[in-house]
């Protein structure tokens, strides 16, 4: 079992930036690679990012790629996303997530451990 715990969400305006951090616990953390995934209201869940367990590689959506960085330490089992230039349709609930397999995975199923979210809120 691998337990994730978001924080950083918060409120910020049109251009902003914000930093999440995800905490995790249980089972050896550095053998899963990590996504991070955003929910709107009324929306599916979407992938954001994605890192490798030894964070060599990096996966990014179109429509965050030049303004997030994700970035991990696995000394300290924490995974980050750094969000630059944030825009209101960047308003959604962001969750990370933890896959035991490699390679290129982009779908919310393909991930077996989920975080409870944290709200981020851009404003015009």
């Known amino acids: 079992q691998v337990q994730l715990v978001e924080s950083g969400g918060g409120l910020v305006q049109a251009g902003g930036s914000l930093r999440l951090s995800c905490a995790a616990s249980?089972?050896?953390?550095?053998?899963?690679?990590m996504g991070w995934f955003r929910q709107a209201p009324g929306k599916e869940r979407e992938f954001a990012a994605r890192?490798?367990?030894?964070?060599?590689?990096?996966y990014y959506a179109d429509s965050v790629k030049g303004r997030f960085t994700i970035s991990r330490d696995n000394a300290k089992n924490t995974v980050y996303l750094q969000m630059d230039s944030l825009k209101p349709e960047g308003t959604a609930v962001y969750y990370c997530?933890?896959?035991?397999?490699?390679?290129?995975?982009?779908?919310?199923?393909?991930?077996?451990?989920w975080g409870q979210g944290t709200q981020v809120t851009v404003s015009s």
């Open positions: 249980g089972r050896t953390t550095s053998a899963y690679a």
């Open positions: 890192i490798s367990q030894n964070g060599g590689s990096t």
């Open positions: 997530a933890a896959d035991s397999w490699w390679g290129r995975r982009f779908a919310s199923y393909e991930y077996d451990y």
